[in-house]
């Protein structure tokens, strides 16, 4: 049984300044920067779009892949992470969570790795955040999300909230920081 940090679109476009940007989008940085150390294994995900992709239809063009926009926020510690899925790369879904990856089939990585566990962080809480945490109940995983390392878009002003209600009656653990224990 092992545990991992699940680190969601943390990209230049969704930080402010970005063309999705997100209201202090860019404040988790030094927050998951601080907890990458507890844990052993570090995935992240990255929306990772076509110019084409029908999900512009929706949003405004953000993170098409190979671009600036797509990259990790600088101060992001990218270094440490171990698996870097991307996901949206398809130009007819938008590929909201993690688990619809296409470099790699995550559900199967996590059960052949013997992951049980997931800390989630990142952007958006809203969004791929929420549909990321959701899948991961689906698929039987202990799910724990950050609730000081995540921010969100609110198209409506308590999207975000709702978003963590709906995470919360759905079977994750709502977590602080500080709280996450120095022994994975
Ligand atoms: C996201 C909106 C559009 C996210 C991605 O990463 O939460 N939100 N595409
Ligand atoms: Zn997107």
């Known amino acids: 049984m092992k545990t991992a940090l699940l680190i969601v679109d943390v990209q230049n476009d969704f930080c402010p300044g970005g063309a999705l940007g997100v209201k202090d989008g860019d404040k988790i940085v030094p927050t998951i920067n601080k ?35 797509a990259e990790f926020h600088p101060d992001l510690k990218s270094e440490k992470i171990d698996l870097k899925l991307i996901k949206g790369t398809d130009n007819k879904d938008d590929g909201y969570s993690a688990f619809e990856a296409t470099n790699l089939s995550f559900a199967n990585y996590l059960e052949e790795n013997e992951i049980t566990t997931l800390y989630i962080c990142g952007l958006t809480t809203d969004y791929c955040v929420k549909e990321t945490a959701l899948d991961a109940v689906k698929n039987g995983i202990h799910t724990f999300v950050i609730t000081d390392a995540i921010a969100a878009v609110n198209v409506q002003p308590c999207d975000g909230k709702e978003a963590l209600n709906e995470m919360y009656s759905k079977g994750c653990i709502l977590i602080e920081s500080e709280d996450i224990s120095d022994v994975l």
Do not use: M, N, R, Y
Request: proline fraction near 6%; hydrophobic fraction near 35%; charged fraction near 25%.
């Open 35 to 69: 907890i990458i150390k507890k844990f052993d294994l570090v995935i992240s995900s990255q929306d990772w779009h076509p110019e084409d992709s029908v999900h512009f239809e929706k949003w405004p063009v953000h993170c098409v892949a190979g671009t600036k926009g």
